[in-house]
């Protein structure tokens, strides 16, 4: 098994741009952290906020009047809507698909399209503390990355990991397609044992994942693009067979057509996501 091409994905929540209050991101390029994000809500958001499949983890920390809540999620499987409360600000922690590194209260099978509160001191002393104490985004990613730095620097490499880390590069690169059988023979790995790697570290399988990738290109490419490229075109770009692929995978993960997104971004700049 070769090393593979290290290749990573921006994993991008879209409503989160488009329907928050002062949204900001710091980008991240260490620790496994995608992003970190932020953003308030002055105002209850009509028809409520949706989630989509992007492979990651977020914690996210909502500050209300000096009351502090956590609260953690795996992907969701398709458009998912995201409890969030008005009158809040939040801070954000985007991980990296496969690269969170969870306290041992948790585990991302418990994450996968779900959403849990949980102390956030678990993943560093008076950390919820010092978050609502920072005076802005920069600070508070620098606070968080002083706590979880300890937990990931403790993490030890074997042979699972590495494993894990080649399938995942090659379903970038490959912009999510690559079989199974290809895999198993890149690797000398079975099937079976490449299905169970990955989805212990992932929480959902390989086929999962390289349809969220396959989706996650169309939003990216989408979001960048001046203007909309035809269905097939976006639909080669993106890494689909063909035109109805795409547009039935979109339809179930963002919960609208391309069209329908397409109108709803006009205007709005979303390359930081």
Same mark, same amino acid.
Request: hydrophobic residues 35%; proline residues 3%.
């Given at each position: 098994m070769k090393k593979s091409k290290e290749c990573e @994905? @921006?994993?991008?929540q879209p409503y989160l741009v488009l329907r928050t209050d002062n949204y900001e991101t710091v980008l991240e390029k260490n620790y496994g952290i995608a992003q970190f994000y932020e953003f308030s809500l002055e105002t209850e958001i009509q028809n409520g906020m /949706?989630?989509?499949?992007?492979?990651?983890?977020?914690?996210?920390?909502?500050?209300?009047?000096?009351?502090?809540? /956590?609260?953690?999620?795996? /992907?969701?499987?398709? &458009?998912? +809507?995201?409890?969030?409360?008005?009158?809040?600000?939040?801070?954000?922690?985007?991980?990296q698909p496969g690269r969170c590194i969870l306290p041992q209260e948790l585990s991302i099978a418990d994450l996968v399209n779900n959403d849990l509160e949980i102390d956030g001191n678990l993943f560093g002393r +008076?950390?919820?503390?010092?978050?609502?104490?920072?005076?802005?985004?920069?600070?508070?990613a620098d606070?968080?990355?002083? &706590?979880?730095r300890n937990m990931y620097q403790?993490?030890?490499?074997?042979?699972? @990991?590495?494993?894990e880390h080649y399938i995942r590069e090659r379903i970038y690169v490959c912009q999510g397609n690559i079989?199974?059988?290809?895999?198993?023979e890149e690797t000398g790995y079975s099937e079976c044992y490449i299905r169970r790697v990955f989805k212990q570290i992932h929480g959902i399988s390989p086929k999962n994942f390289e349809r969220f990738v396959r989706f996650q290109n169309v939003l990216t490419t989408m979001n960048r693009k001046a203007h909309m490229l035809q269905l097939d075109e976006l639909a080669l770009e993106?890494?689909?067979?063909?035109?109805?692929? @795409?547009?039935?995978d979109f339809k179930?993960? &963002?919960?609208?057509?391309?069209?329908?997104?397409?109108?709803?971004?006009t205007g709005t700049k979303l390359c930081e996501m």
């Open positions: @994905m @921006m994993p991008v /949706t989630a989509v499949p992007d492979g990651s983890v977020d914690l996210l920390f909502g500050f209300d009047d000096h009351n502090v809540k /956590t609260y953690i999620g795996g /992907t969701v499987l398709n &458009a998912k +809507n995201w409890e969030l409360g008005s009158g809040h600000r939040y801070f954000g922690v985007r991980f +008076n950390l919820s503390q010092k978050l609502e104490e920072a005076g802005n985004i920069r600070q508070r606070v968080f990355l002083s &706590a979880y403790g993490q030890t490499q074997d042979g699972i @990991m590495e494993l079989s199974i059988k290809q895999l198993s993106c890494g689909y067979y063909d035109e109805s692929h @795409m547009m039935k179930s993960f &963002a919960g609208i057509t391309p069209q329908g997104y397409d109108r709803l971004i």
